[in-house]
């Protein structure tokens, strides 16, 4: 196969395979950071209990509860992304690039439809370690000495994640709110 047997075809193929890859990828890590931030939490709880024992130190009990409460909702990722989406969306389906308001396809081509879900796709994974990046911004403010304006930081990739998550109801969303969809609102 030399150069010349490049098609646009099979790239996008390629590509959407990947896609579901990826994303099992994630969810792994994610569960990966989820239960080391548990064992973390427990293990930070331990140390302060041993602490506290030997002594008359009181220490930061609301560290090491940072990282439980995050480290099970990493865990636990497929329930709190659909319980995310269902709040903000109202559904926890997450659209496709046939549903956009007034989505139509180029001189009827498949291969404007392709990109379009290819595209999607890439925005749904951008979404997603995007809403895992900012639950990890989070776990950081179980530690002393955390950066001011880390909660603000979290927050952002955590709503920014979910709106990236479903960014065809997004862009349907915001296309209905400023009137640029015309009647299909």
Request: glycine letters at 12%; hydrophobic letters at 45%.
């Amino acid at each position: 196969m030399g150069p010349t047997s490049f098609s646009l075809d099979t790239a996008l193929a390629n590509l959407s395979k990947a896609f579901s890859s990826i994303e099992h990828l994630i969810v792994a890590i994610t569960y990966v950071i989820g239960l080391s931030l548990i064992v973390r939490g427990i293990m930070m709880y331990r140390i302060f209990a041993n602490q506290t024992f030997g002594s008359a130190q009181r220490g930061e009990i609301a560290g090491p509860m940072v990282h439980l409460v995050i480290g099970a909702i990493l865990l636990y990722l497929p329930s709190t992304l659909t319980s995310s989406l269902g709040t903000i969306f109202g559904s926890s389906e997450i659209g496709q690039a046939s549903d956009l308001i007034n989505y139509q396809t180029l001189s009827s081509s498949e291969k404007w439809q392709k990109l379009t879900n290819v595209v999607v796709e890439y925005m749904v994974l951008i979404g997603l370690i995007a809403f895992v990046r900012g639950w990890v911004i989070l776990s950081k403010m179980g530690h002393s000495g955390s950066q001011p304006g880390s909660i603000g930081k979290g927050l952002v990739h955590i709503i920014g994640g979910i709106l990236l998550i479903n960014i065809v109801d997004t862009v349907n969303l915001l296309g209905c709110t400023f009137g640029y969809m015309g009647s299909g609102c």
